[in-house]
């Protein structure tokens, strides 16, 4: 018999004999986690996009630099409020599956659209984005509740 269990954000353990029954496309957007492995795929993911994000900024910056843009109204401001927090959460999210780098980057994202829906500025990929960041978030809450789980029959 087959005994799958149902934690909270969607986030389902099954056995790894059970074949995947969700649409291949769909996967990358809203990953199955079924086990660590998965899991950490999640959340690399989303280190991808901290990544992009990050690597974009930095272009803008760049480009805004050689147009004429102040080093205060421009580099210190994007640095500070985008580049350092993004970099920050992605080197955690990437060498510790780090919960809190996941809801940081994450918040970010979301905040950023917002802000972007508030002044009149299109959404671009960013709903993409923060679906993988979604992702990201459930693989590293269930990455650690699995390592928990694991060292605790261990220890049993």
Not at 11 to 21: L, R, V
Not at 57 to 67: D, E, G, K, P, V
Request: one cysteine or more; proline letters at 2%; aromatic letters at 10%.
């Amino acid at each position: 018999s087959h005994a799958s269990m149902t934690f909270a954000l969607g986030i389902k353990i099954k056995d790894t004999k059970e074949k995947k029954m969700d649409a291949k496309g769909l996967q990358i957007f809203w990953p199955s986690i079924i086990d660590e492995d998965s899991a950490r795929k999640a959340v690399i993911n989303g280190f991808y996009v901290v990544a992009f994000s990050v690597g974009i900024t930095a272009i803008t910056i760049a480009i805004r630099y050689f147009n004429g843009q102040t080093l205060i109204e421009n580099i210190l401001g994007r640095l500070i409020g985008d580049i350092l927090p993004l970099s920050i959460a992605g080197y955690f999210m990437y060498k510790k599956m780090s919960r809190i780098g996941c809801i940081i980057a994450l918040s970010m994202m979301i905040f950023e659209l917002l802000y972007d829906l508030s002044i009149g500025k299109g959404i671009g990929i960013r709903p993409i984005l923060i679906l993988f960041l979604i992702g990201a978030t459930r693989g590293a809450f269930a990455y650690h509740r699995l390592i928990n789980n694991t060292k605790n029959v261990a220890s049993e």
